[in-house]
């Protein structure tokens, strides 16, 4: 489901956002500040972005595929910086387009978080829904790998 207008409506919202995760008023266990350079201007982006920590790595998922502007940033520039609380960590983004990868994610944030679940189902995952049916809906999103490289906290 395509929601243009949704998320330019959101998108006011992201300033007051990013100043409330600073304070700690946002759960950084399920929030983090994403910093990309953007593709245009080359300056720093800050978007709060939900993640998943898996082996060391953090998984983003692009609810707006490749329409996101952190995603079509990242696609230009790699290179990007994860906040998570107070840590900071630099990092190198993979860009994931394999429906049966980011099915995979969708089974695992479904079972950390019931929540996720609800929000598939508002994307069009049926009730009742089998491996295909995840797969579908994840044809049509996206996902970005973050690994850390070098020192954090700088």
């Given at each position: 489901m395509n929601r243009p207008g949704l998320y330019r409506w959101m998108r006011r919202f992201v300033p007051a956002i990013i100043r409330r995760y600073q304070r700690g008023l946002v759960p950084s266990r399920l929030v983090a500040l994403l910093t990309t350079t953007g593709r245009k201007t080359g300056l720093p982006r800050v978007t709060p972005v939900q993640y998943e920590a898996i082996d060391g790595a953090y998984y983003i998922g692009s609810a707006r595929?490749?329409?996101?502007?952190?995603?079509?940033?990242?696609?230009?520039?790699?290179?990007?910086?994860?906040?998570?609380?107070g840590r900071?960590?630099?990092?190198?983004?993979?860009?994931?387009?394999?429906?049966?990868?980011?099915?995979?994610?969708?089974?695992?944030?479904?079972r950390r978080n019931a929540f996720v679940g609800l929000?598939?189902?508002?994307?069009?995952l049926p009730l009742i829904y089998h491996r295909c049916d995840l797969e579908a809906l994840a044809a049509r999103k996206t996902m970005v790998v973050l690994r850390p490289v070098g020192e954090s906290n700088y």
């Open positions: 595929g490749v329409e996101a502007d952190w995603y079509r940033n990242i696609q230009a520039c790699p290179e990007v910086e994860i906040q998570i609380g900071r960590e630099r990092c190198v983004a993979e860009l994931i387009s394999s429906p049966e990868r980011i099915a995979d994610f969708f089974v695992l944030r479904m929000l598939l189902r508002l994307e069009g």
